[in-house]
């Protein structure tokens, strides 16, 4: 089994900032890429931001310059994805969501899982 919790969401104002947090932790050998997602109501899910194992990232345009993703090496088996959130605007109102591709173990391929999801609400 393998668990993925986010947590950090809540309501802001624009302009202001947040900072998300992810710890993946159980039945892991290795994590590949790791990323956040979002769905605003009535949308479809996007990418916003992932990180591979080696530190490369990659930006939704729309984020680009505002927000900044980063994981951790795991400590004690749990590995931390973060995303800080700058410059909100009311469009960055979403659920967001947290992914990671894990191994659970050296001869398995990298599989899929996601967190239950975290609410930004950005509004005065």
């Known amino acids: 089994q393998v668990q993925l919790v986010e947590s950090g969401g809540g309501l802001v104002q624009p302009g202001g900032s947040l900072r998300l947090s992810c710890a993946a932790s159980g039945s892991i050998f290795s994590i590949n890429a790791m990323g956040w997602y979002r769905q605003a109501p009535g949308n479809e899910r996007e990418l916003v931001a992932t990180i591979t194992s080696g530190g490369s990232t990659n930006y939704a345009d729309s984020v680009k310059g505002r927000f900044t993703i980063s994981r951790n090496n795991p400590k004690n088996t749990v590995y931390l994805l973060s995303l800080q959130m700058n410059s909100l605007k009311p469009e960055d109102t979403a659920v967001y969501y947290c992914?990671?591709?894990?191994?659970?173990?050296?001869?398995?391929?990298?599989?899929?899982?996601w967190g239950k999801g975290t609410l930004v609400t950005v509004s005065s």
């Open positions: 992914n990671a591709e894990v191994r659970t173990s050296r001869y398995t391929d990298g599989m899929d899982y």
